[in-house]
């Protein structure tokens, strides 16, 4: 039977330090005090900086296959960014699966992680700002994050990461919230110059900080879905900024791509994933019911005869209930 605690937690159905009772519920958490202070500082911020604890011979091996690995052997990288190179790389994947990073990640999620996507940068990516929620969502909504691991040391000449504290505080916005219809993917590219433009004229209104991460060589950044960051100009383009960056999802979700969805339309770009750990699809749920065909929209839920008869009764029991009913039955 579950405690109150995890009731607490569960009820909201979004990350507890997003709850209005997170104050409450971390004093029963049972936490260390060191773990305590980094889901406090997560909750607040949007952002903790941590020790990942990687050792440095993994470290050193990562940098060097990053520099190695040529990127025609990979999808949607380049010159600049390796997309998913822990397919080529042992030690890339052990950075992404760190034991500190899954252990932090789980305390301030209360939910097991899944590394999903790993990138990694030669150089920096001089990004403009952006929330990650306009590329990764999941429903329910908050369940994503960002670890990035220096793999040398970063500075302000070699492209740092950027952000802004607090700013995962804002609203979630989306193409439709400015104008955009995205039928196709190329539709949704061509507009996302217009997002950035919206994002760069919201950090001037809300006036927050702007803060640059200059970290020594194995420190760790991980950031919420919704905190606004992107990469600095590199001042001197002679040197590298060797980093990873891996995403990660959490248990009980379903994952989509905002960028390419167009919700007002109720159209979503759903998404297949691959767990890094174990190498296989990662289980979707639509509150707690399994999504029997991850990847594909609509998605069928795995109800048994009882749950459809529960909601055909709550619901009424018009024509278009009882096609709904028979659509997600599992048979």
């Not at 950075?95 to 992680?113: C, D, F, G, K």
């Not at 979700?253 to 691959?274: K, Q, T, W």
Request: proline share 8%; glycine share 6%; charged share 20%.
């Amino acid at each position: 039977m579950p405690s109150p605690f995890e009731t607490e937690i569960a009820a909201l159905n979004r990350p507890w330090v997003d709850s209005p009772f997170f104050s409450d519920l971390i004093q029963r958490a049972g936490f260390t005090p060191e773990i305590e202070k980094l889901v406090r500082t997560f909750a607040r911020d949007g952002y903790v900086i941590f020790d990942p604890k990687i050792p440095d011979q993994t470290i050193e091996q990562a940098a060097r296959d990053m520099r190695e690995i040529p990127a025609d052997d990979l999808l949607f990288s380049d010159a600049t960014r390796l997309q998913d190179a822990w397919t080529k790389s042992d030690a890339i994947r052990k950075i992404a699966i760190a034991p500190a990073v899954m252990e932090a990640l789980q305390a301030i999620y209360q939910r097991q992680p899944y590394p999903f996507q790993t990138l990694s940068f030669r150089c920096g990516s001089q990004q403009k700002t952006h929330s990650d929620t306009i590329h990764f969502g999941s429903i329910p909504y908050g369940f994503m994050c960002g670890v990035w691991v220096a793999l040398e040391d970063i500075d302000e000449a070699n492209g740092p990461l950027h952000y802004y504290p607090q700013s995962q505080k804002l609203p979630v916005y989306d193409l439709l919230d400015i104008g955009v219809t995205a039928f196709t993917q190329a539709q949704a590219f061509e507009n996302y110059s217009r997002y950035e433009e919206f994002v760069e004229g919201m950090m001037i209104r809300e006036g927050l900080d702007r803060v640059e991460l200059h970290v020594p060589r194995g420190k760790a950044l991980i950031w919420a879905s919704n905190l606004f960051h992107g990469g600095t100009p590199i001042r001197d383009l002679a040197r590298s900024r060797l980093s990873q960056v891996t995403h990660y999802h959490f248990h009980g979700c379903m994952y989509f791509a905002p960028l390419l969805s167009d919700p007002g339309l109720g159209l979503l770009h759903v998404r297949n994933l691959v767990d890094i750990i174990s190498g296989t699809p990662i289980p979707q749920f639509y509150n707690g019911i399994p999504v029997q065909n991850p990847g594909q929209w609509p998605p069928k839920l795995g109800l048994d005869r009882a749950q459809a008869a529960m909601i055909s009764e709550a619901r009424g029991s018009s024509s278009l209930i009882r096609r709904t009913a028979r659509f997600f039955f599992r048979r």
